[in-house]
């Protein structure tokens, strides 16, 4: 196709397959001597990194703000994506090759501005571009790691919606179920270049003018940025036409709906209005990439769903064997499901190809296209099951996929360090999409002859729990199997591109992980203002071996424990400090400082209890916590802590009667426990609590708060059974019906087994024999006692 001006223009559709391999060829028919992309101006010189000898795909360029909060835009890159391509064609033959879109420092300035403008108008919200038309760029939101679209002033919905119903009324007219097979069937399949180059440049010049005058309508901000992108790239077309090269010798890659702008008839941006243009100060370095965020899409409008189907389609394209993709296609689906365990035979395959070829010819197509391929592997693997082939067409049509970058290539000072402490503790091999399990044991490894070696899980988790702090994804901390074994950790680690943009954010915080954590960690520090954060940042200081910021972090522990006065969160940063002083051995950190802290926080936790039982019952709930946490304390750090004061408040707390009943109830729990109380002892306070004279929510209450704790010393102790037993049946009816509420509540924590123990003591007690009554008691509820549980739950409490 002759153009109707003086240099190139091949539109795309990013990420583009037959884009690419049409692209090549055409390259090499032109023999150009100056490739221009669509991209960041200012990213020319990492374009020869991207294409480096041992740079694999999917890898993407992030642009980023260097002040926080960090923007970045991001434009990845897989093996069959067309620009990647003219970059690679371009190395291979010594041609000149550069990016003319916007430089990163004016989009992403721009994009500040229309965000602003979205927030102040009241009727927008950010849509999804359509995938064939305008960027192959997204902003990432650094404060909540997803990306966005950019975002436009108008009635950008009314706009998604227009775009969207235009392309599946496309789809209508062309027999297709979705957008996609259209496209596939329609631009993908042709193998002809110069009828795929005609027919992109037709349907982009067509869609338009279908579309351009709804977008200034509706979207006025996003029409107008992308004036400002056009009048830029024929600008810079123009500076290399004017250097010396030959306008027919110079071939311009860009976006489909960008085709039709980029004439040479039509004016460039001037030097003013390129001076008046704002600019932010911005960054730019490399990152690998995975086919599982490109399939993801999260606001990039040029994604795919199935990047791993769409390089076996390249491949395929490359063999001059596009013939051949439906085989391929299913015999990759078919292996997978035998390596896990479900076998079909070849004569499926078969079939499968052939029923994909059938849907094909159904809508006149040359090849079948991902969605037959899928609706025939349902069919023919899956016996028309989904759930069946699920897992095999995710791997077939996403991968596990993740790019990679040589040393050298560009990258952030934290970037690099994280490169050498992953390897330094030999946690490379984790840094995949799939999630792993890794399981660390902090105590010195004695069989070892090296510190490193010895340490080697230990240092392991001071880096993963910095990653954790500093906000990046790749390492989550799981619940240990052994609560007690305060020297095991369980962690999952799963690499994402998100996980990449997080580091590259952290530069700003410091050029290290050590140094970006401490970072982190110190700001938290300036902005506490609870004795429990205090405490908190203790312990993740302590985790992430940050003595410094530990010792600052003790000092205004020190300075808020002053004022304290929280019973709740007094007990909670005094635990925080006992679980730190009882494991930091472990992790060769000194604790000693801390103790007279903990000592000061126990005293007056201790002298609160009391007065902190005069209570609501939706108090207790918290306050019965704390109890725990300081029993906890004294029973851990006796020697260091006021034991002895601590039993005397649970005395007087048990023996109270103006205080909550069911912390009270606690309270005596744990002084049964500890055999603080005698057989005798126990049958008063038991027959005192529990006695008609008492209200029933107060009686039922505290023997909840006495249930909450050890069952078995309650299961042992026959007599408060007998006692309880008692007191249940010298209630009255309303007065049943009232304690019922806490007693159920008590019993619904109890286990199957003790609610069979209880059963089993109950019918010694009434004589009727123990497994007899085990069995009834244990029987489903007849209808009737099923009403009668209804009437209970509709029963008026009045003033409970």
């Known amino acids: ?65 260097d002040q926080l909060p960090v923007r970045t835009l991001l434009y990845p890159y897989a093996v069959y994506s067309p620009e990647y391509q003219a970059f690679l064609w371009s190395e291979q033959n010594g041609v000149h090759a550069e990016f003319i879109d916007l430089p990163s420092d004016i989009s992403l300035s721009l994009y500040e501005m229309r965000r602003e403008g979205i927030n102040g108008s009241s009727n927008n919200d950010p849509g999804n571009e359509d995938e064939n038309d305008k960027d192959n760029d997204s902003v990432h939101n650094a404060n909540n790691g997803e990306e966005e679209v950019l975002p436009a002033v108008g009635d950008i919905r009314s706009y998604a919606r227009t775009q969207h119903d235009l392309y599946e009324q496309i789809a209508t007219l062309a027999g297709e179920s979705d957008y996609e097979s259209y496209w596939e069937r329609y631009f993908e399949h042709e193998t002809c270049g110069e009828t795929y180059r005609e027919a992109i440049h037709h349907y982009s010049a067509q869609m338009r003018e279908m579309t351009e005058q709804h977008e200034w309508e509706l979207a006025p901000a996003e029409a107008a940025y992308n004036e400002i992108r056009e009048a830029y790239m024929r600008r810079r077309i123009k500076e290399v036409l004017d250097a010396g090269h030959d306008p027919d010798k110079v071939v311009v890659v860009t976006g489909a709906h960008h085709v039709s702008a980029l004439r040479a008839d039509l004016p460039s941006m001037s030097d003013m209005q390129l001076a008046n243009l704002p600019r932010s100060a911005t960054k730019i370095t490399l990152m690998p990439y995975s086919y599982y965020k490109l399939s993801t899409q999260s606001g990039y409008g040029a994604g795919n769903h199935a990047p791993a189907y769409y390089e076996l389609f390249w491949r395929c394209l490359q063999r001059n064997e596009l013939n051949k993709l439906s085989s391929l296609y299913l015999t990759h689906v078919v292996t997978h499901m035998r390596e896990h365990g479900t076998y079909r035979s070849t004569a499926s395959v078969i079939e499968g190809v052939r029923l994909a070829e059938a849907l094909a010819s159904l809508h006149n197509g040359r090849f079948p296209t991902w969605k037959d391929l899928r609706d025939a592997v349902v069919i023919s693997l899956g016996n028309g099951e989904l759930s069946t082939v699920a897992e095999a067409l995710a791997r077939t049509d996403i991968g596990t996929v993740i790019g990679s970058l040589p040393d050298g290539v560009s990258q952030t000072p934290v970037q690099d360090d994280l490169k050498r402490e992953l390897k330094r503790l030999k946690l490379e091999k984790y840094k995949s999409v799939v999630a792993t399990d890794l399981a660390l044991d902090l105590r010195e490894n004695h069989r070892v002859k090296s510190d490193n070696a010895a340490f080697l899980d230990l240092n392991r988790s001071v880096l993963l729990h910095r990653l954790e702090l500093m906000g990046i994804s790749f390492a989550r901390k799981q619940r240990s199997r052994q609560d007690s074994a305060t020297w095991a950790e369980q962690w999952v680690l799963q690499w994402t591109p998100e996980a990449e943009i997080q580091t590259v954010e952290s530069t700003l915080k410091g050029e290290t992980i050590e140094l970006a954590a401490a970072f982190v960690l110190h700001e938290r520090l300036l902005e506490c203002t609870s004795i429990v954060e205090a405490s908190q940042i203790i312990r993740i200081a302590c985790d992430c071996d940050l003595p ?51 000592q000061q926080l126990f005293l007056r936790g201790a002298l609160l209890l009391v007065d902190t039982a005069l209570c609501s019952e939706e108090a207790a709930k918290n306050n019965i916590s704390a109890i725990n946490a300081l029993h906890t304390i004294a029973q851990e750090h006796f020697e260091v802590v006021d034991d002895q004061l601590w039993r005397q408040k649970l005395e007087e707390l048990s023996s109270r009667d103006d205080r909550n009943a069911r912390m009270s109830g606690y309270a005596f729990a744990i002084l049964l426990e500890r055999n603080e109380v005698s057989e ?29 704790r050890n069952r078995y010393a309650l299961l042992s102790r026959i007599f408060l059974w007998k006692q309880l037993d008692e007191y249940i049946h010298s209630l009255e009816h309303e007065q049943f019906q009232r304690s019922l509420v806490f007693l159920r509540r008590a019993f619904s924590t109890f286990e199957p087994r003790e609610k069979a123990s209880i059963a089993e003591l109950m019918g010694d007690l009434w004589g009727s024999g123990a497994l007899e009554t085990g069995e009834l008691l244990q029987q489903p509820l007849s209808e009737e006692e099923k009403e009668k549980i209804d009437e209970l739950n509709d029963f008026d409490f009045g003033d409970l």
Request: glycine letters at 8%; aromatic letters at 8%.
């Open 1 to 65: 196709m002759k153009d109707r001006q003086p240099f190139h223009v091949f539109g795309i559709r990013h990420l583009s397959p037959a884009g690419a391999y049409h692209l090549r060829a055409f390259l090499a028919e032109q023999k150009p001597t100056a490739v221009l992309v669509e991209g960041p101006g200012d990213a020319s010189e990492y374009i020869s990194q991207l294409v480096a000898r041992n740079a694999v795909p999917p890898v993407a360029l992030l642009a980023y703000t």
């Open 548 to 598: 410094s910021i530990m010792e600052e972090a003790r000092m205004t522990l020190q300075r808020l424990a002053v004022d304290a006065g929280n019973f709740s969160e007094i007990a909670t940063s005094a635990y925080e400090l006992s679980v730190l002083i009882q494991y930091g051995s472990i992790r060769l950190i000194e604790t000693g400082t801390l103790i007279p802290l903990l």
């Open 680 to 708: 005798n002892q126990c049958a008063q306070e038991v027959s005192r609590r529990l006695s008609p004279g008492i209200p029933a929510d107060l009686g039922a209450g505290w023997f909840e708060g006495l249930a909450l």
